[in-house]
C-alpha cells in the first residue's frame, strides 16, 4: 500500500505519460463490484460470530443491554463495542437481519473505490483500476463474504489507514492527526492481525510532522484512536482487568517461536490454496476445471513477475515498493506464526492487499509501451474478475442450494489454511439465510419444544428472532423428551424433506416443520443461551457408544439429530431395520436420517436398532410421518 507521491527524482524513471483522470467505465466498474459484493453478503449464511455480533445489536435496539465490551479474540482479550453499535442502527432502522449483513456487505465492498483511489493518487487511474480487480483475485478474498463479522472489513480499514496515512503527510494538521487515529483504531477494531500495518502507518505519519508540531499532533492521533476503546477499558477497570490477565496467561504459554516453513505454507496458501478450495469444495468443479483455475492463478502471477522485472529497468521507484510490499507480506506471516499455532482464513485478509498491491504495480508496468501486452492484461483481468463475480455470487445463492463443504477437519472448517488439501474429510452442513432468522420465530413466545434443524439454527442464532419478536427466547426447549401440552416440533431444510421423500405440514421461509410421529431418545433438553460468552454453553462431553430401539410404522422415518455438535462428536455408527442394515438417506454434520427399504413400507411395525458414539444426553431420536396436509404454508 503506498502512503506517498512519487518523489520529484522518483519521477525522472516513471511513465512518460500519467494519467490520474476519473473515467467513468472506472466508476461504472467499480458501482458494479459493490452492488455484486452487498447482494452476495445480503445473501450469506451465518456463523457464530456473526450470530453474535446480531444478538449484541439486537440487544441494543431492545434495550435489553449496552455492552461495554467488543468482539473477544481468541479467548484472550475484547475489541471496543463500536461494532456493536455500528450494526445496531440498520436493525434499528429496518427490524430486518437482512439488512445488518447489506452494512457488513457495504462496509467490505468499500474497499474497490479505496484501493482505485490509491492507485490513481501513487501514479494513474489504470494503476487504480488494477488494483482495484486485484482484490478480487481468486482465493480468500471470497471468505470476507463467508464470515460477516468485523474480520470483513479488515481490507476496507487497511486501505482507509493507508491512505489517511498518506494524505497526513500531504499536509500534517490536527484535524488530519484526528482522522488518522481513527482509521488506525478501526484497523485494529477490524483484527488485531493488522497490527503490523498500523505501526507502519504510524512511524510513516510521524516522521512526516515537523517537530514543532509531533508531540500535539501524535498525542491527538493517540487519543482519537483509544476513543472507541474508552468503554472496553471502563467494564475491564470495573472488573479487575480480566482481559490483562488472560493476556498474560496467553504471551506465557500460548506463543511460539517464528517459523520459516510455516509462513512459507502461508505464503502458499495464501496464493493458491484459497482459489483451488472454492472451486473444489464450494462450486464442487470437476478436476480439469481446478487444473484450468490453478493454470490461471500461475499465469497472473507469472505476469506480475514479468512485469515487476520491468521495473528493475524503467522505474526504480516502484520497484522499492514491490520489495516493500512483498517484505511485508513475508515478515506478517512470520508474525502469524508467532501469534497462533494454526492460521484460520481471517487471520490473512490483512496481507490480501499487499498482494493485490504487487499485481496491480507489476501488471501495470507490463501494460507500457506495448498494445499486445496490454490486451494481455486486460484478458487476464477479465478472466479473473469474472471468477471471481461468479464465486460472490454463489455464495448469495447458496443458502437456497443446501452447499457441500470439505475441509482438514468437519468440526474446524478452514481452522488451518495451509493444511487443507492434504486430509479431505467431506461433510455437509445445515445453513440457513440470516435473513430468514425472524422468520422461523413465529411461534417461539409460548412453550415449544424444537429438534433437528430447527433446535440448531435457533440455538446458533442464540434465539435472536424470539428476542425480537418476543422480549427474549425463554419459552424455547431445544430437544428433551415432549412434555404434556407444550408442542413439539422438528424442523429440517427444504432441501432435506426432498431427499428424504416426505412432505412437512408447512413451511417457515426455507425451513419445512412436522411434529414428530414419536420421540424415543432426547434426555436432556437445552435452554437457548445468550451470546454474551463464548462458547455459549456449558456441557458436560460424554463420548461413549450407545444404541437407541424403537419401532416405527414402516413409511416412516428416523432421524438422530445431535445438539452440541460444536463441543463432542457425533457419529451414528449403524442403523438396522428389521435386522437389515440401512444406509442414510441424508446425512450431514448434525442430522442422519435413515427410512427403511420399499420392502418394508407396507409393514405394521419395523423394529430399529440405532447404534451411536456421541454425548447421549444431547441426541435426539425420533420419527417423522408424511404430513396429511401438503404444502401449507403458515
Not at 536 to 560: K, M, N
Not at 570 to 575: H, N, S
Not at 584 to 601: C, G, M, N
Request: hydrophobic share 50%; with cysteine; glycine share 6%.
Amino acid at each position: 500500500m503506498t502512503l506517498m507521491r512519487p518523489s520529484v527524482s522518483a519521477q525522472h524513471h516513471a511513465r512518460p505519460s500519467i494519467d490520474r483522470s476519473i473515467r467513468a467505465w472506472h466508476l461504472v466498474l467499480l458501482a458494479a463490484f459493490m452492488l455484486v459484493w452487498i447482494y452476495a453478503a445480503i445473501g450469506s449464511n451465518g456463523m457464530y460470530d456473526g450470530y453474535r455480533d446480531m444478538f449484541m445489536a439486537e440487544s441494543i435496539v431492545s434495550r435489553t443491554a449496552f455492552p461495554l465490551n467488543g468482539p473477544v479474540i481468541g479467548y484472550i482479550f475484547h475489541l471496543g463495542p463500536a461494532w456493536y453499535y455500528l450494526l445496531a442502527a440498520p436493525l434499528l432502522l429496518f427490524h430486518n437481519p437482512a439488512m445488518v449483513n447489506a452494512t457488513v456487505g457495504l462496509l467490505g465492498s468499500l474497499q474497490f473505490p479505496l484501493a482505485y483511489q490509491l492507485g490513481r493518487r501513487f501514479e494513474s487511474s489504470r494503476l487504480g483500476i488494477l488494483f482495484a480487480l486485484a482484490l478480487a483475485l481468486p482465493g480468500w478474498s471470497a471468505f470476507q463474504l463467508v464470515m460477516l463479522t468485523h474480520v470483513c472489513v479488515v481490507v476496507t480499514c487497511s486501505l482507509f489507514g493507508a491512505l489517511t496515512t498518506w494524505r497526513y503527510r500531504e499536509h500534517p494538521c490536527s484535524a488530519r492527526a484526528v482522522v488518522l487515529g481513527l482509521a488506525l483504531s478501526s484497523m485494529l477494531h477490524a483484527h488485531p492481525t493488522t497490527i503490523l500495518l498500523i505501526g507502519i502507518f504510524a512511524v510513516a505519519a510521524i516522521t512526516a510532522t515537523p517537530a514543532s508540531r509531533r508531540l500535539a499532533h501524535v498525542g491527538v492521533a493517540i487519543c482519537a484512536a483509544l476513543l472507541p476503546f474508552v468503554p472496553m477499558f471502563a467494564y475491564q477497570a470495573m472488573h479487575g482487568w480480566p482481559d490483562l490477565t488472560s493476556a498474560s496467561a496467553y504471551a506465557s504459554n500460548g506463543l511460539a517461536m517464528p517459523s520459516v516453513s510455516r509462513a512459507a505454507r502461508i505464503c502458499l496458501a495464501l496464493t493458491d490454496y484459497g482459489a483451488n478450495y472454492v472451486a473444489h469444495y464450494w462450486l464442487e468443479l470437476p478436476r480439469f476445471a481446478l487444473h484450468g483455475l490453478r493454470a490461471l492463478n500461475a499465469t497472473y502471477f507469472v505476469a506480475t513477475a514479468a512485469g515487476i522485472a520491468l521495473l528493475v529497468r524503467f522505474d526504480r521507484h516502484c520497484l522499492h515498493w514491490v520489495l516493500a510490499l512483498l517484505a511485508i507480506v513475508l515478515v506478517q506471516a512470520l508474525f502469524l506464526t508467532i501469534i497462533r499455532e494454526i492460521t484460520p482464513f481471517w487471520m490473512v485478509f490483512a496481507q490480501l492487499p499487499l498482494i493485490a498491491a504487487v499485481v496491480a504495480l507489476g501488471l501495470d508496468r507490463l501494460c507500457e509501451g506495448s498494445l499486445g501486452r496490454c490486451v494481455f492484461v486486460i484478458v487476464l483481468a477479465s478472466s479473473w474478475t469474472l471468477w471471481s463475480i461468479a464465486s460472490w455470487l454463489w455464495i448469495a445463492s447458496s443458502p437456497w442450494q443446501g452447499i457441500e463443504g470439505v475441509a482438514k477437519h468437519p468440526r474446524h472448517g478452514l481452522m488451518e489454511i495451509t493444511e487443507h488439501q492434504t486430509l479431505e474429510v467431506p461433510f455437509r452442513t445445515a445453513r440457513i439465510p440470516v435473513s430468514q432468522l425472524f422468520t422461523i420465530a413465529p411461534h417461539t413466545c409460548a412453550p415449544i419444544t424444537l429438534y433437528a434443524h430447527y433446535a440448531l439454527f435457533i440455538d446458533k442464532s442464540f434465539g435472536i428472532g424470539a428476542i425480537a419478536r418476543c422480549g427474549n427466547a425463554d419459552m424455547i426447549r431445544l430437544g428433551g423428551m415432549p412434555q404434556a401440552g407444550v408442542p413439539a416440533r422438528v424442523g429440517l431444510r427444504d432441501y432435506t424433506w426432498q431427499h428424504i421423500g416426505l412432505t412437512p405440514e408447512y413451511f417457515l421461509g426455507a425451513l419445512g416443520i412436522s411434529p414428530p410421529a414419536n420421540v424415543w431418545h432426547s434426555p436432556q433438553a437445552m435452554p437457548v443461551v445468550k451470546g454474551f460468552s463464548y462458547p455459549p454453553h456449558q456441557l458436560d462431553i460424554d463420548t461413549r457408544e450407545f444404541q437407541v430401539d424403537g419401532q416405527a410404522r414402516g413409511d416412516q422415518v428416523v432421524v438422530v439429530a445431535f445438539r452440541a455438535l460444536d463441543y463432542g462428536p457425533f457419529r451414528v455408527i449403524e442403523a438396522r431395520a428389521d435386522g437389515q442394515p440401512i444406509a442414510p438417506v441424508w446425512k450431514d454434520e448434525a442430522t442422519t436420517i435413515f427410512r427403511a427399504p420399499d420392502s418394508l413400507h407396507d409393514a405394521g411395525a419395523v423394529s430399529w436398532k440405532i447404534r451411536i458414539n456421541a454425548t447421549p444426553a444431547y441426541v435426539d431420536v425420533l420419527t417423522l410421518a408424511d404430513a396429511q396436509e401438503k404444502n401449507v404454508s403458515r
